[in-house]
């Protein structure tokens, strides 16, 4: 059974920076696309980025982008999301997905796994 479990959330002030880790089991992780996707409160859940299984390809949210990393290492089965220049409107719940496939996309039914997430509140 596959497990996801993040870490590393918590209170930052605007402008700072939080990396979020996210720990895999149950699967053969390195085969497979990893993903962040985060929901706020009264939203829908939105793909944040995604890392394909061999860590070639990355992909980011405009929202995102220029500010936050995504990374992984196979070895350890734990795949990274750095965030920096934190502003208010990150304050989300954010959640590590995996797929059943090597390739990354955005639309969040498509992936099969979830974490329980963890919660980053950006205080301005």
């Known amino acids: 059974q596959v497990q996801l479990v993040e870490s590393g959330g918590g209170l930052v002030q605007a402008g700072g920076s939080r990396r979020l880790s996210c720990a895999a089991s149950g699967c053969t992780s390195s085969n497979y696309a990893m993903g962040w996707f985060r929901q706020a409160p009264g939203k829908e859940r939105e793909f944040v980025a995604g890392i394909s299984w061999n860590g070639g390809s990355t992909y980011y949210a405009d929202s995102v982008k220029g500010r936050f990393t995504i990374s992984r290492d196979n070895a350890k089965n734990t795949v990274y999301l750095q965030m920096n220049s934190l502003k208010p409107e990150d304050t989300a719940q954010y959640y590590c997905?995996?797929?059943?496939?090597?390739?990354?996309?955005?639309?969040?039914?498509?992936?099969?796994?979830w974490g329980q997430g963890t919660q980053v509140t950006v205080s301005s």
């Open positions: 997905a995996t797929r059943n496939s090597g390739a990354v996309i955005t639309t969040t039914r498509l992936w099969n796994y």
